[in-house]
């Protein structure tokens, strides 16, 4: 890699990856790593899932891109799936290329629908690389602290005339762009009410609401959506990674409420791989298969599963301080100094041959893995877990 710029923030391990297959990544010396990150979350059914595949080919020898002056009905149907997904009736979207992507069309969006360049988020939340999406400066976002909410005592309740929510300034704001649970990483879940209260004074005042599903959707959580776990119908949803298992597309969806708004207000937006064939005939195959064989539903029961697999086994050490988690999509994060814990348990897992993600910065793993993952790989993992725990205890 002596020609590549390693910019990730995280360390290279496998220098020379040449095959991933199903739920496991082989290097040039024929190692084999059972892949607990899915890729970057992106993989849902598994690297090189061959139906997947067999769609590519098909759709290569048909179409792959269309331009800026003709459409498809692939795309239409693939927009007509992720609405029905999302629960907006009557709605419209485009597909795009990154999750990053899709979050900061949504930003613009509603930047044009409402005329309100300054929005609300969470101050955890990551929400893209680049654009608005990537800066967090106070005259493009209000940061809200929602630190004092995970301990709040009436945290089930929330009071509607708490501090934390009155002082937000909402007439002022476009709108909320809400990420439901990835948290920077840390898989952290907002308390129900707490949202439910903040995504209600937002509709008072006008605001829209954009929900980055990049992480948290297409199944990864236990529901195809993370924002499903609460009582509200976002205007417009952002979502990546995993929509196309290892395929680079994404797409943002929102009402036709706010598609007539940006129609009116001649909103323009021009990427050179916009509306792909290619890609919407992999997101139809990705909900076909997800579909078929109930992948949500097993998601949830998979990551039910491990938690309690995993709490089972920490449960004999005391540098734990908690072990977070939806669906397949779980944090494990210790109490001790630096990274020394985390650190430690990833290079050994490493070392046994199992990737699961380092979260820069922070004393916490993150486990994600292709929601059709056998429960015997998930057993093998847990297993060499317990024997590297029992060697750093002694």
């Known amino acids: 890699m002596e020609h590549i710029l390693w910019c990730t923030g995280h360390d290279l391990k496998i220098k020379s990856a040449n095959k991933a297959q199903g739920c496991f990544v082989y290097d040039q010396d024929g190692n084999c790593y059972l892949d607990l990150e899915s890729g970057v979350w992106v993989t849902p059914l598994g690297h090189s899932n061959p139906r997947v595949n067999q769609a590519i080919s098909d759709q290569v020898d048909k179409i792959i891109h269309c331009g800026y002056y003709n459409g498809s009905k692939i795309v239409d149907d693939a927009a007509r799936e992720l609405l029905k997904l999302t629960g907006i009736k009557n709605g419209k979207g485009v597909f795009l290329s990154s999750g990053s992507e899709a979050v900061e069309f949504g930003i613009k969006a509603i930047h044009k629908a409402t005329g309100k360049n300054k929005l609300l988020r969470l101050h955890d939340s990551f929400l893209g690389s680049y654009g608005a999406a990537g800066e967090r400066e106070k005259e493009a976002w209000h940061l809200l602290d929602w630190t004092d909410c995970q301990v709040c005592l009436e945290k089930e309740m929330c009071a509607l005339d708490c501090p934390v929510l009155e002082d937000i300034p909402y007439s002022e704001l476009g709108g909320f762009v809400f990420e439901p649970g990835s948290a920077g990483g840390l898989v ?37 959506f993370g924002f499903q ?31 007539k708004k940006l129609e009116e207000k001649s909103f323009y937006y021009q990427q050179s791989h916009q509306n792909d064939p290619l890609g919407c005939r992999v997101v139809l195959e990705v909900i076909d298969i997800i579909n078929e064989e109930n992948l949500v539903n097993r998601s949830w ?49 490493f070392n046994k041959g199992f990737i699961v993600s380092l979260r820069p910065g922070h004393n916490a793993l993150r486990i994600d893995p292709p929601l059709n993952i056998e429960v015997k790989h998930l057993d093998s993992f847990l297993r060499e877990l317990d024997e590297i725990l029992e060697l750093y205890q002694d």
């Open 188 to 224: 952290k879940f907002p308390p129900h009410p707490f949202i439910d209260n903040l995504v209600s004074f937002f509709r008072k005042n006008g605001g829209l609401i954009l929900v980055n599903e990049v992480t948290t959707g297409i199944g990864r959580s236990g529901n195809w």
């Open 229 to 259: 776990y609460y009582d509200f119908q976002p205007d417009l949803v952002a979502m990546g990674k995993g929509l196309g298992n290892g395929y680079p597309v994404s797409a943002t969806v929102m009402t036709g409420e706010v598609a």
């Open 301 to 349: 029961e998979k990551g039910e599963y491990l938690r309690e697999r995993l709490k089972d086994i920490f449960s004999r050490v005391d540098f734990v301080k908690e072990i977070r988690g939806r669906g397949l999509m779980i944090a494990l994060e210790f109490d001790g100094p630096g990274n020394r814990e985390a650190a430690y348990l990833h290079r050994e897992l």
